[in-house]
């Protein structure tokens, strides 16, 4: 087992793990107070509005569509690359996670430039599957690798079919990885606004992002927050619940060979056919209408600001990613060896502000910064302190599930030969640990260079982001100036998705033909 047994959590860590876990609550006081600015009754009258009943059915559907698909494609896809004898495993599986790279606003608006008609909810539906499945490919291809290939080969001993061996043995004990991977999608599709806005459909964060900006009802905007904030621990619940308490993790090194690969046969050729069809829609046709654009430009490019905005880009996410992960470890490391009421407390609380729209984190941490932060307002302490609020859950999920593989009979023997706790973790835990604590921290850095809200709001004075000028162009529908640094952020942000698929490829088994 992963989880410490009869052992205390030690104190330090508690009190780490609580400060991180309060940090992410500080948007909750900006909205508690501004969604009873008005009192009571206003909160009671704009629940009960018919608009925000059309609102919450809108959102929900489309968390439901997009999770269900995510869900589908991300295990077919994990299972096929890990499990089958389908041509260049390898490189499918690293090409398969480069719609990562690709912020959802980019991509809606590129279909949209493509396929004008292409619009709506499933245009959202659409564009939001697209980008998002790869966050329950990598978490699945990495749990497929701790199935120990024996209890397989068992079930199939028992008289077990090869469909029957998948769902009841191999991905039975993979639903933590698949669970937390859908939680992640489902949070993501919450707090979405780029790829709503493109799109023309009315969710919860567009119609939230508008009264912010016009000012005129922030107050209801607060209370449409609030409604996102209730469905975002609704949706942290449902993932603790579909975890169940199974161990990830093998007691000692577990089978010392790879799991047999299912031969497909004649059928090796259509097996092609999921992926081809995944990697055209995220991949060719938003690069097409990307070669459009390019055109269009021409001579249209301002070197100077193109290398100053990839600059602060590349400096702002990596200083986030490393924020994030050393945020994240208290937290990762208490899920994985002390799962107790209070560490599930502290881990669900960290999630809560993932599922708010990051309009709503920056303004909030706006308003700390003007209230208590002042000497780093507008400076890039703020920024970085924004992005770690909105993104340490996807490093606390990576760094839990990298310790859970970590065996912790290791550790035992390290202390054991006398050595303390803390050396016995630093050098053997975090070593084992450490190539999915990286790809973590590759995944915040990913989802950095592509962050939107929160970067137009409390970006330094005189300094613009990819994404910023990106958004600045493309709002004005400037998309011969957008071009380039659509182009750079996608190519920048490939680096950290492919690190992200070479190390899934190597944690969840995939070989070379």
């Known amino acids: 087992m992963s989880v410490t047994s009869g052992r205390r959590p030690p104190v330090l860590l508690v009190l780490a793990a609580s400060a991180v876990a309060a940090a992410t609550l500080i948007p909750l006081v900006y909205l508690g107070e501004r969604a009873m600015q008005r009192g009571w009754s206003f909160v009671l009258e704009e629940l009960a509005q018919p608009r925000t009943a059309a609102l919450v059915g809108r959102s929900l559907l489309l968390v439901a569509v997009v999770t269900a698909g995510c869900v589908v494609l991300g295990v077919a896809l994990a299972v096929l690359v890990t499990r089958t004898d389908i041509r260049a495993r390898r490189m499918l599986a690293v090409t398969l996670t480069l719609p990562l790279a690709m912020p959802s606003y980019l991509l809606a608006y590129l279909w949209v430039s493509a396929f004008p008609t292409v619009a709506g909810f499933w245009g959202s539906a659409l564009v939001l599957t697209l980008v998002s499945y790869p966050l329950v490919l990598l978490t699945t291809m990495a749990a497929l690798a701790r199935v120990d290939p024996a209890q397989e080969e068992v079930a199939r001993s028992l008289g077990l079919g090869g469909w029957s061996v998948l769902f009841r043995v191999t991905l039975r004990q993979s639903r933590a990885a698949i669970a937390a991977g859908a939680l992640l999608v489902a949070l993501y599709v919450l707090s979405d606004f780029g790829a709503v806005a493109a799109m023309r459909f009315e969710a919860f964060t567009w119609v939230i992002y508008g009264a912010y900006r016009s000012g005129f009802n922030p107050s209801r905007a607060a209370v449409l927050s609030l409604v996102l904030l209730i ?96 945020a ?15 560490t599930r407390t502290l881990e669900g609380v960290s999630y809560i502000a993932h599922g708010l729209p990051a309009i709503v984190i920056a303004i909030s941490m706006v308003s700390l910064g003007v209230v208590l932060l002042r000497p780093i307002y507008q400076r890039e302490p703020l920024l970085i302190l924004a992005y770690t609020v909105l993104f340490v859950p996807l490093a606390i999920g990576s760094v839990r599930a990298a310790i859970e593989a970590a065996p912790i009979r290791l550790e035992e023997v390290a202390r054991a030969l006398g050595r303390t706790p803390v050396r016995a973790f630093s050098t053997v835990t975090a070593r084992v640990a450490a190539p999915g604590i990286a790809a973590g921290a590759a995944m915040v850095l990913l989802t950095c260079m592509k962050e939107l809200p929160v970067t137009l709001l409390l970006h330094p004075t005189g300094t ?34 492919a690190v992200l698929g070479f190390w899934s490829t190597n944690a969840g088994g995939v070989r070379s033909d």
């Open 328 to 342: 994240a470890l208290p937290l990762g490391v208490l899920a994985a060896r002390h799962r107790d009421r209070t």
């Open 464 to 497: 613009d982001t990819l994404a910023t000028r990106l958004w600045g162009y493309s709002s004005v529908s400037d998309y011969a100036a957008a071009a380039p640094y659509a182009v750079a952020l996608l190519v920048f942000a490939a680096v950290p998705t």
């Open 231 to 326: 469905f975002a621990i609704a949706l942290v619940v449902a993932e603790h619940r579909a975890r169940g308490r199974a161990s990830a993790s093998r007691v000692g090194g577990g089978a010392p060979r790879p799991a047999p690969l299912n031969h497909l046969g004649r059928w090796r050729a259509l097996a092609l056919t999921l992926p081809a069809v995944v990697l055209g829609a995220a991949v060719v046709v938003p690069t097409v209408a990307l070669a459009d654009w390019l055109m269009a430009a021409g001579p249209r490019w301002d070197s100077a600001q193109w290398f100053d905005a990839l600059g602060s880009t590349i400096w702002l996410s990596v200083a986030a990613a490393l924020t994030s992960s050393l």
